[in-house]
């Protein structure tokens, strides 16, 4: 069974614009993760952040985590069509790592 | 940069046959997983093994899958026979420790049942 579950399924914005995804979990975790896969390609590690963590940021990427409300929010500033890809959360529940649906974003250029 | 290597990238089998996937984790990961991925879903973990041993295979299709990694390094998934259903994108990533680091994944074998 899959832990998180990410909104929207799918996100097209235009090219310089914020992309904000979320993702809720159902219960306690240790840390969350956020990853990009491009299309027929393996995952690639965006952000790891820690249940005693409210925010993170990684260039670009904006994290924060609200473990009161179980969720988690991505966020990508001034998008370019690069980002175009699939956004998984992955928490950590039975310390694996297990995956929601993920957000399908499309940046227009 | 180290990579985690799986073979093959692609293959085709035919419904009944048997069909193995490799992968080679990161050098000094003890932690290895499985995931199956469906074409416009996430990904589905099969399997994790810390070193040799599965800590986790609860979603494991037993009767027709197997996975090992006897020396706690290189890892083989099997299906055996294969069936339509099991057209997937085959991952395998590899971390440090369960489920506290980042995971990083191979390029994944894509799996077409015909």
């Known amino acids: 069974s899959q832990q998180g579950e990410e909104d929207p399924q799918a996100l097209s914005i235009q090219e310089g614009e914020n992309a904000t995804m979320n993702c809720s979990y159902k219960?306690?975790?240790?840390?969350l993760q956020w990853y990009r896969q491009n299309s027929g390609r393996g995952l690639v590690h965006l952000i790891l952040i820690r249940s005693n963590e409210r925010e993170k940021h990684s260039g670009r990427l904006r994290v924060t985590l609200d473990t009161s409300k179980k969720s988690s929010s991505l966020l990508i500033t001034a998008s370019r069509a690069a980002d175009t890809a699939s956004y998984f959360c992955a928490t950590d529940q039975y310390e694996d790592m297990r995956f929601g649906a993920g957000t399908r974003l499309t940046v227009k250029p | 940069e180290a990579e985690v290597a799986q073979s093959p990238r692609y293959k085709i089998t035919e419904k009944s046959q048997a069909v193995a996937f490799w992968c080679d984790p990161i050098s000094g990961h003890a932690t290895l997983y499985w995931y199956r991925q469906i074409l416009g879903q996430g990904p589905e973990l099969l399997v994790q093994f810390q070193d040799e041993s599965v800590v986790d295979d609860s979603q494991l299709p037993k009767d027709r899958f197997s996975a090992e990694r006897l020396k706690g390094v290189d890892s083989t998934l099997k299906i055996q026979p294969a069936e339509l259903g099991d057209s997937a994108m085959y991952l395998c990533?590899?971390?440090?420790?369960?489920?506290?680091?980042?995971?990083?994944f191979g390029q994944g074998t894509r799996l077409t049942v015909v």
């Open positions: 990533a590899s971390s440090l420790a369960e489920g506290k680091n980042e995971a990083f």
């Open positions: 219960t306690s975790i240790n840390n």
